[in-house]
């Protein structure tokens, strides 16, 4: 391809010069589109058979374009004379060079080593469900040479660089199990009758989808429900419910919260009252 390129093109003017990078360019890139479509097509047949990991493949597809293009860049300095002898006067002050394009292209760098070491060593892949904190919340959409996407429940995307990610503490919620322990906290009055309270939440969270039941032999729902402190003004309970899916926990945490406060009414729990103390 390089010598019908050339054969057409004069590649000792600056015009023929351009319009050779051009078409090595085109080629380049039309090529790394062919590759990707075949990798699409690999990437969908393997992942229903379950041979290989679905963010492995993506990030192979994700440097695609970018390997091309590199090489590419090459091929144009290394079969242009001109170029290739501007190089070797370049390349000759390499220490240079080296230090120079290091300092610019520190970040881009950090942002590849950091997307490699997170395909290799899977804190997370495409498809867990993650969190790095109150706001940085979702499922990993895609993992990119430079970085990270988080869709998260207001469907938008999080775009977190590798270098950044990769150093954050990260919660997986589903790398290895997919259920979760989900903490539900009451507060209801000191005088309240704490084993009506442990019955009501028992009984409103056996009643949920997404929950996993613990039934004993008499048929009660043993979900884990335990006094955690008593204060001057209320008693704080919390009951442990484990549920099969992570993506569900705050839906059923509210569901769960809704049905118990309405329990505490229609049985007269004694509800916490707030208490003001009064200074002259």
Not at 14 to 40: C, K, P, Q, T
Request: glycine share 4%; aromatic share 12%.
């Amino acid at each position: 391809m390089l010598t019908f390129f050339r054969s057409y093109i004069d590649v000792d003017t600056i015009e023929g010069i351009l319009w050779y990078s051009l078409l090595v360019l085109f080629a380049s890139w039309a090529l790394s589109r062919v590759f990707r479509f075949i990798l699409i097509i690999f990437l969908e047949r393997k992942q229903r058979q379950k041979l290989y990991g679905v963010t492995t493949l993506k990030f192979i597809k994700n440097s695609i374009r970018f390997s091309f293009i590199i090489v590419g860049v090459f091929i144009i300095i290394f079969s242009v004379p001109k170029l290739r002898q501007q190089a070797g006067l370049i390349f000759s002050g390499a220490g240079i060079l080296a230090a120079i394009i290091g300092f610019a292209a520190q970040s881009a760098i950090s942002n590849l080593i950091a997307g490699l070491f997170i395909v290799i060593f899977k804190p997370f892949r495409v498809g867990d469900y993650i969190k790095l904190d109150d706001q940085r919340i979702g499922i990993v959409d895609d993992i990119t040479l430079r970085h990270t996407v988080i869709n998260n429940f207001e469907n938008k995307r999080l775009i977190i660089p590798n270098s950044v990610i990769s150093t954050e503490s990260v919660l997986n919620h589903t790398i290895d199990d997919s259920k979760v322990l989900s903490f539900n906290n009451f507060y209801v009055g000191v005088h309240a009758d704490i084993d009506q309270v442990r019955k009501i939440i028992q009984e409103e969270a056996s009643h949920l989808d997404n929950v996993i039941h613990h039934t004993s032999e008499t048929g009660i729902d043993t979900t884990e429900v335990r006094v955690i402190e008593i204060k001057e003004g209320y008693i704080h309970i919390r009951g442990y419910i484990w549920l099969s899916e992570p993506f569900a926990e705050f839906r059923t945490k509210c569901a769960l919260k809704e049905a118990v406060h309405k329990r505490f009414q229609n049985e007269n729990v004694h509800l916490p009252i707030p208490l003001h103390k009064i200074v002259d």
